[in-house]
């Protein structure tokens, strides 16, 4: 099999995109009360720290951010191991508190929506928010559960024969998504 890939969004797409989602959070929120952004591990927080950086820049306030890591909450990874759930905070001292507060979930990619639920199953082990909306930088499309993002960045219709990646500056050196279709080879 060969692989054929296309960059679908450049850094400046990327950043549009993030630009948009943060003011349509502030509209939809009616400013940024009472809400935490939330990134699922790994590129999910990036995106949420972005989106921080940008509420403070358009609305002058600080925007809490937590990192969510959802891998024991998986329903699709082989052993399971018993549940764990695990949170990084800039403050281990302090347990985080989601009771009655607007949660806004980060994600790279939205395809099947095994790994929001599985988000969201850890979230809900920690208490009852308000509300978790949810904000991805590609929707890709082929859910199997019946989840729908919030905020988008991209809608990028795919087949199963492709595969999206987003590839960011803190983690790969650059911004950009890219799309690989799998081609078989004649002969």
């Not at 591990?41 to 925007?63: F, H, K, Q």
């Not at 607007?102 to 095994?114: A, C, S």
């Not at 904000?135 to 024969?161: F, Q, W």
């Amino acid at each position: 099999m060969e692989q054929h890939e296309h960059v679908l969004m450049d850094a400046t797409g990327v950043r549009r995109a993030l630009t948009r989602i943060a003011h349509e959070i502030l509209e939809k929120n009616k400013g940024f009360e009472n809400c935490l952004l939330i990134g699922v591990r790994t590129r999910g927080i990036y995106l949420a720290n972005r989106i921080a950086e940008l509420i403070l820049d358009i609305e002058n306030v600080p925007a809490p951010v937590r990192e969510i890591d959802v891998t024991h909450y998986r329903d699709d990874r082989s052993g399971r191991p018993e549940k764990k759930f695990k949170l990084q905070e800039e403050s281990v001292d302090s347990p985080m508190d989601i009771h009655n507060k607007k949660l806004i979930l980060f994600d790279d990619v939205l395809y099947t929506g095994r790994t929001v639920r599985a988000a969201m199953d850890a979230l809900m082990d920690l208490g009852r928010p308000q509300i978790i909306q949810l904000a991805v930088l590609v929707d890709r499309g082929h859910r199997e559960l019946p989840i729908r993002p919030d905020y988008v960045g991209k809608n990028i219709p795919t087949s199963r024969m492709e595969s999206i990646e987003v590839q960011l500056n803190e983690v790969d050196g650059i911004d950009q998504v890219v799309i690989t279709q799998q081609r078989r080879q004649n002969g």
